[in-house]
């Protein structure tokens, strides 16, 4: 081989080298797409009609006041369960109370479900300040343990109450002319989290 040729091919395997070790330069295709991703939010909306539950005066002893009123989910998730948070004042007319008028109140709540009523509690206004009963709780059979029934988006509940100034069989002239004035707060809540897989339609 002439020196010519020689010194021909060792340029030429140089340059090779050196366009590997620089990456070179190569023709190719190319295509992209974008993708869209949005995660929102689903909505709680309780409602509550009437507004106000109960506004009556001249009670006596053993007077019962019935009272209806509807809860309502305006949102797009489901409630699992609505809470009822009590509080209460009272005015002491003459300022002679020696009892907490509350304890002379008592108060049962009754839900109503598709197929039938269930009481989910019955107890003095004055207790039932300390407790946060869920208004959905249901007995599935007597005997059972309490289990959350909700609202569903969309639907609404009735719920029945019964307040009793209780007849004690003893002297209560001390209450003559006072005022009980109940806060009722209702919290209502979503249930436990959902496992969205990559089938469900309301994901794709």
Same mark, same amino acid.
Do not use: C
């Given at each position: 081989?002439? #020196? ?45 009609? +009437? ?9 006596? +002893?053993?007077?019962?006041? !019935? ?33 907490? #008028? ?8 009754? !839900? ?13 206004? !004055?207790?039932?300040?300390? *407790? ?22 969309? *639907?609404?509940?009735?719920? #029945?109450?019964? #307040? ?24 209502? *809540?979503?249930?436990?989290?959902? !496992?969205?897989?990559?089938?469900? +339609?309301?994901?794709?």
């Amino acid at each position: 081989m002439s #020196f010519t040729k020689r010194i021909g091919q060792v340029v030429m395997s140089g340059a090779m080298g050196l366009s590997l070790i620089g990456g070179g330069t190569f023709a190719y295709f190319s295509d992209t797409v974008n993708t869209e991703n949005t995660f929102a939010a689903g909505t709680l909306d309780l409602n509550m009609n +009437p507004k106000t539950v109960v506004n009556i005066s001249n009670l006596k +002893p053993g007077d019962e006041i !019935y009272r209806e009123f509807t809860l309502e989910n305006n949102g797009t998730l489901d409630i699992n369960k609505v809470l009822l948070d009590t509080n209460y004042t009272v005015e002491d007319a003459k300022d002679d109370n020696i009892n907490d #008028f509350a304890k002379q109140i008592k108060v049962t709540l009754m !839900y109503n479900t598709s197929s039938a009523t269930n009481q989910i509690v019955e107890t003095t206004l !004055y207790e039932l300040h300390t *407790q946060k009963p869920d208004l959905t709780t249901i007995f599935n059979f007597v005997g059972s343990t309490k289990d959350p029934d909700g609202i569903a988006a969309g *639907q609404k509940e009735k719920i #029945f109450v019964l #307040f009793e100034f209780v007849d004690n069989g003893q002297d209560q002239n001390e209450f003559q002319g006072d005022k009980l004035k109940i806060d009722w707060t209702f919290n209502a *809540q979503t249930g436990g989290s959902t !496992y969205h897989d990559d089938t469900d +339609p309301n994901s794709n």
